[in-house]
Nanobody, 118 residues
Framework: QVQLVESGGGLVQPGGSLRLSCAASGTFFSDITMAWYRQAPGKQRELVAR???????NYPDSVKGRFTISRDNARKTVYLQMNNLKPEDTANYYC????????????WGKGTLVTVSS
């Protein structure tokens, strides 16, 4: 089976940076699409960044140019570099892996909290 463990969240001032990490267990990591989502209090979970097995990425306009997703298949880890953070980026950030082709489902981490505040 698969486990995803996020780390790297914390409190940062507006304009600051954080790098989130998501370490995966299980097989087929290099063959699947990985993504980061976030959910702020009272709001729906939304996609933040996505990276395919071939390295193609996509971002919503709200984070484009500020956030960068990357992956290290040897370490089975996906990263989210977040720069120029804004208070509206405050949320729980979740790692997602699209193992549906192999295990019939996606997997989620438990999340890491990012708070942007002065």
């Amino acid at each position: 089976q698969v486990q995803l463990v996020e780390s790297g969240g914390g409190l940062v001032q507006p304009g600051g940076s954080l790098r989130l990490s998501c370490a995966a267990s299980g097989t087929f990591f290099s063959d699947i699409t990985m993504a980061w989502y976030r959910q702020a209090p009272g709001k729906q979970r939304e996609l933040v960044a996505r990276i395919t097995s071939t390295g193609n990425t996509n971002y919503p306009d709200s984070v484009k140019g500020r956030f960068t997703i990357s992956r290290d298949n040897a370490r089975k880890t996906v990263y989210l570099q977040m720069n120029n953070l804004k208070p509206e980026d405050t949320a729980n950030y979740y790692c997602n892996g699209e193992w549906r082709s192999f295990y019939g489902r996606d997997y989620w981490g438990k999340g890491t909290l990012v708070t942007v505040s002065s």
